[in-house]
Every structure is written in C-alpha cells, then in structure tokens.
C-alpha cells in the first residue's frame, strides 16, 4: 500500500512552473521530516529540496535554490515541491520521501540511506 503519493507531474515548457504535491495518507509521516528527489533516465537518484519535521527549517540542492520551494501543511498531510523556470534538464521522475525517524532537521536525508519512497511523478521540460 503506498503511502506517500505524489501527483502534478506534466508536460511544461522551459521557463514554466508546475507544483508538485505529496499525500502522506492517514498522516503516518506527520512528525517526519520530509523531501523531494529526482531520478533522469541514466542518472541516480538526486536530492532536491529537504523540509523538518515542523517546516521551519528547509535546505536545497543548489542546482534548484532559488527555483523550487518546498512546504508543507500538516493539516492537509501533504508536502509541497513548487517548481518555477523549469529548463529540460528538470526533466526527471519526482518522488517524495519521508524520514524513518521522526523529529529531524531539514538535512535528514544525509543520515538516512533507506527513506519511505513515494512511487514518483513524471515532470518533462521541453526546450
């Protein structure tokens, strides 16, 4: 059963937006930090954006700081990814995953090699 699940992939031009969003079903992952990652064709998965437990604290992967934001609202148990001027080399499955510990920072992913995945959404960046 998958538990975080995200949806607002698409087609989009370069220099477009597109907001991705996470469900975190049931709220299993409430007090979890959470992030964004990316994997093109050919390529290892990549860290995007990371958020806290509580989002008071975010980090970003220089390649997107600036262009994505990430957030997220607790009462609607969903993490937000919003991607603004988009270039093809965006291009990529998105997922979203969760901390398997609670209560970590916005860095969480740099101590946990085996995170909750999401099944991951198509974003596609055309010249």
């Known amino acids: 059963q998958v538990q975080l699940l995200e949806s607002g992939g698409g087609l989009v031009q370069a220099g477009g937006s597109l907001r991705l969003s996470c469900a975190d079903s049931g709220g299993t992952f409430r007090f979890k930090a959470k992030g964004w990652f990316r994997q093109a064709p050919g390529k290892e998965r990549e860290f995007m954006a990371g958020i806290a437990w509580n989002g008071d604290i975010t980090y970003y992967a220089d390649s997107v700081k600036g262009r994505f934001t990430i957030s997220r609202d607790d009462a609607k148990n969903t993490v937000y990814l919003q991607m603004n001027s988009l270039k093809p080399e965006d291009t990529a499955v998105y997922y979203c995953?969760?901390?398997?510990?609670?209560?970590?920072?916005?860095?969480?992913?740099?101590?946990?090699?085996?995170?909750?995945w999401g099944q991951g959404t198509q974003v596609t960046v055309s010249s």
């Open positions: 995953a969760a901390d398997r510990s609670p209560w970590g920072g916005a860095n969480w992913y740099r101590g946990s090699p085996d995170p909750h």
